[in-house]
């Protein structure tokens, strides 16, 4: 575990894991009344907390599951990056992807929030890369099985 410093400035408790194994806590919508968010229509849900990550990790926000399975329900730029030197409010780009209008209400579970570590890159610069046999096929090229 790690320590991450928080501010709850929402009406809701902190996040907590579903179960001990879960790596994601949710997120809740901080909202005044319901709103709906039409087909293919997209908004910045704020959830009231702001957060301290330490150097070397970042925050992912990813869709939850249910509600993008029933719904169609997901992130925007999923996984959202929250980088170690934000101190704003977690806003969460919510998108309607279904044909149907869907109501968020407020306390609504919305995101999960996933801690995770990172390296930073340096650039080395060659005029070659190391061979390997997929070399630059992509976009498939591995087939469907």
């Known amino acids: 575990m790690i320590e991450v410093s928080i501010q709850n400035e929402s009406p809701y408790d902190l996040p ?3 179960t001990e194994c ?3 806590v949710d997120l809740k919508a901080v909202l005044a009344s319901p709103i709906v968010l ?3 229509e997209r908004k910045i849900i704020g ?3 702001k957060i301290a990550i330490p150097v070397g990790y970042e925050a992912q926000v990813r ?3 249910g509600l993008a399975a029933k719904h169609g329900i997901s992130v925007l730029n999923s996984p959202g990056t929250i980088d170690s030197d934000y101190r704003g409010e977690i806003g969460v780009i919510l998108i309607n992807l279904s044909n149907e209008e869907f109501s968020i209400n407020p306390g609504e579970r919305i995101a999960q929030l996933v801690l995770a570590k990172h390296e930073q890159i340096k650039w ?3 005029e070659k890369l190391s061979f390997t046999v997929r070399g630059s096929d992509g976009f498939g090229s591995t087939g469907k099985k």
């Open 22 to 24: 879960a790596a994601g």
């Open 38 to 40: 039409k087909p293919l």
């Open 16 to 18: 907590a894991y579903a």
């Open 63 to 65: 869709p939850r599951s």
């Open 47 to 49: 959830t009231g907390l």
């Open 124 to 126: 080395k610069i060659n």
